[in-house]
């Protein structure tokens, strides 16, 4: 039995169909006082699936107040991440209390096991289960599920892109307002090349990211699948017209930026409101490998400015 795809430290896929995967640490979810600030609790979206969930609440004693709601989808490539990783945890629990939000972060199917577009129809399952549990969901009471916002980052910005694609193309109704999309680093991709993909000193980020389309992709598609390459999706321009407004996260030391700046040069010729913003000196996912730190905090609150401003 050999290992026909690997990405190291995280995922191995075997000759015979097995996928193996190795999570980093992770966190258990907890109701108590978390002595930061927040609590959080796993909840079940849907058990067939099945997908699920982490809610993170800010502790406000005395206060019953509505809060907005960010639905956070993780990275990984499609493959691999979840929100029990400590990176996440900390991330969003922490984002909860700086930004005064209620976070639901959602664990959908991966793959190679679930190609897309399960992914986006999990996460899409996710507001409708936001809709239907916000009168009965006890955290959700504080839920104000009129200024809900979406975000992710890596593959899950890519996620983001495309469940509001299928809100404002209308394909079920529900109570649920999105008001904004925040995309950080987001993962997209073509058959096309990008100058700096043709170049020779990215060859190894190209390879992973292309191993990682290769195990997602729908079979039977290339990388100019309307998942992968925005520009393909047949979308009207009234529907343009329904897309949230949106913020960009870049980083300067991201291989990713370039597509982050194509996608947010596409979406201003679409005439959406669009808002680019970048971290100069630091990397992928920095939030996630350093939940804790300056650029960290400094994300937080931009995140929590553009909340707020809607």
Same mark, same amino acid.
């Given at each position: ?124 399952? !996710? $507001?409708?289960?936001? /809709?239907?549990?916000?009168? %009965? ?5 504080? *839920?104000? @599920? =009129?200024? #809900? ?66 195990? !997602? $992709?729908?079979?039977? /598609?290339?990388?100019?699948? %309307? ?5 393909? *999706?047949? @979308? =009207?321009? #009234? ?72």
């Amino acid at each position: 039995m050999s290992i026909v795809a690997e990405v190291p430290g995280f995922l191995q896929v075997l000759s015979n169909g097995l996928v193996k995967r190795f999570e980093p640490e992770i966190s258990p979810a907890s109701d108590e006082s978390s002595g930061h600030g927040y609590k959080s609790k796993d909840v079940m979206i849907d058990s067939k699936k099945p997908i699920s969930g982490r809610m993170f609440l800010p502790e406000t004693p005395g206060s019953s107040s509505q809060l907005p709601v960010l639905v956070y989808f993780h990275g990984g490539g499609f493959c691999i991440g979840s929100t029990t990783w400590l990176g996440y945890h900390t991330f969003l629990g922490d984002l909860a209390v700086a930004s005064q939000i209620l976070v639901l972060s959602v664990d959908y199917r991966l793959a190679p096991e679930n190609r897309l577009p399960i992914a986006y129809d999990d996460c899409f399952s !996710s $507001l409708e289960w936001l /809709s239907e549990q916000a009168s %009965s969901e006890p955290w959700l009471q504080r *839920a104000d @599920i =009129s200024r #809900v916002f979406l975000s992710g980052d890596s593959a899950g910005g890519n996620i983001v892109h495309n469940v509001a694609v299928k809100v404002i193309q209308g394909r079920a109704q529900f109570h649920v307002k999105i008001r904004g999309l925040l995309l950080i680093h987001p993962y997209f991709g073509s058959e096309e090349r990008t100058e700096k993909e043709k170049g020779g000193e990215g060859t190894g980020e190209v390879a992973m990211n292309d191993l990682f389309w290769n195990l !997602s $992709l729908p079979e039977g /598609s290339n990388r100019d699948y %309307s998942g992968c390459n925005f520009e393909m *999706a047949a @979308i =009207s321009q #009234v529907e343009w017209g329904r897309f949230p407004a949106v913020v960009v996260y870049v980083a300067g030391f991201d291989f990713l930026k370039e597509r982050g700046l194509i996608y947010a040069g596409f979406l201003e010729k679409k005439r959406v409101e669009v808002k680019l913003v970048e971290a100069e000196d630091q990397s992928h996912v920095y939030h996630v490998y350093h939940p804790k730190s300056n650029a960290t905090n400094l994300l937080q609150k931009q995140m929590s400015e553009f909340i707020h401003s809607f």
